[in-house]
């Protein structure tokens, strides 16, 4: 890599790092810090597929409570920069594809460990902004606020750069040893991450009343004609008649119910 692609990661992972807990623009995601990490190497198609991939996984990664969700921005930075040294040493596209999928989940588990660490050492800071706020000096609370941030990022940035330094030769190396048994089998599981993605989200958003859109859209994105635009533009339609008929029963205009048309349609069979 040149010195400017590694700057430009660097950049995206420090980025990502401080949006795993901004979460206000959304660099941590694994389709946005892929996309990004394969636009800024020269590889923007592998870097779509990837985060898009990627992504599908991560639907189902949320903090609940005392439980902390596996890091996305470890493991999306890292396994595209991965999968751009596999490229620039003339692995084929789908190769470096799934390996750096299959390295994404336990990527995200180291990514945990790094997280703990970087908040034991933002407790002082916690402390140092208590005491600033006891005198009223706001100025330091901001500074200790960013420095806090910042190590977020840093925690990101860090093996980001270091990874880039692996030789390509290594990395081709590593692929090249692998057999044949364990690459289809992270290709299969690489096929398999958006059904999983898929499914934790199903398992988190399903109700009575929500299935019917759920397999109304499996069977219409069957239909080879519609473009995901024309899908969208269903999918509003039929948010809208659903708001619209709740709307109506919520006001008296239909008969006495719940304020849920779809679900008093399905009391009615019970």
């Known amino acids: 890599m040149s010195v400017i692609t590694i700057i430009l990661i660097v950049i995206v992972a420090f980025l990502a790092g401080m949006e795993g807990i901004l979460d206000e623009f959304e660099f941590h995601q694994p389709l946005v810090a892929c996309t ?41 930075t890292a396994s595209a920069i991965l999968m751009v040294i596999a490229l620039n040493g003339g692995t084929a596209q789908a190769e470096a594809i799934s390996t750096a999928i299959a390295v994404a989940v336990p990527l995200s588990v180291a990514g945990l460990f790094l997280t703990m660490i970087v908040r034991t050492l933002a407790i002082p800071i916690v402390h140092g902004m208590d005491a600033a706020a006891a005198k009223g000096n706001f100025g330091t609370i901001d500074a200790l606020q960013i420095v806090a941030i910042c190590m977020q990022g840093v925690r990101i940035a860090i093996p980001a750069a270091a990874l880039c330094f692996i030789p390509q030769e290594a990395v081709t190396a590593a692929l090249s040893a692998m057999p044949a048994w364990l690459t289809d089998g992270m290709s299969i599981g690489g096929g398999m991450v958006a059904a999983v993605g898929y499914a934790m989200v199903i398992n988190m958003m399903a109700t009575r009343e929500v299935w019917p859109f759920f397999v109304l859209g499996f069977c219409l994105a069957a239909i080879s004609e519609l473009t995901l635009i024309a899908l969208g533009a269903i999918g509003i339609c039929l948010a809208l008649i659903y708001l619209g008929l709740k709307e109506m029963a919520k006001s008296g205009a239909g008969a006495a119910g719940s304020g849920d048309p779809l679900g008093d349609i399905l009391d009615d069979y019970e």
């Open 36 to 76: 990004l990490i394969g636009l800024v190497s020269g590889h923007l198609e592998a870097g779509i597929v990837l985060g898009g991939t990627l992504q599908m996984m991560a639907l189902g990664w949320a903090n609940i409570g005392a439980a902390v969700a596996p890091d996305a921005a470890l493991a999306s």
